[in-house]
């Protein structure tokens, strides 16, 4: 193999190298703002809810721990 080919070969492998690792970048990107999303939609229904939680788990005669 003349050291032109090899050269291109070693060239275009790293074009291909560059490219696998853009698409994998994008791919950590997506599932890492899905699981934010998931996370923050977790947080806002639990916080919305927790006063309605708390009076269904918590008697409502002990203030100090019934939050309702």
Not at 28 to 43: H, K
Not at 47 to 62: E, Q, R, V
Request: with cysteine.
């Amino acid at each position: 193999m003349s050291s032109t080919a090899a050269q291109s070969s070693h060239h275009s492998g790293s074009h291909d190298m560059s490219k696998t690792k853009r698409n994998n970048i994008w791919t950590v990107i997506g599932a890492s703002s899905a699981g934010t999303l998931i996370e923050w939609y977790d947080f806002y229904i639990f916080g919305s809810l927790a006063t309605i939680i708390a009076g269904h788990y918590f008697p409502k005669g002990n203030d100090v721990v019934s939050y309702c």
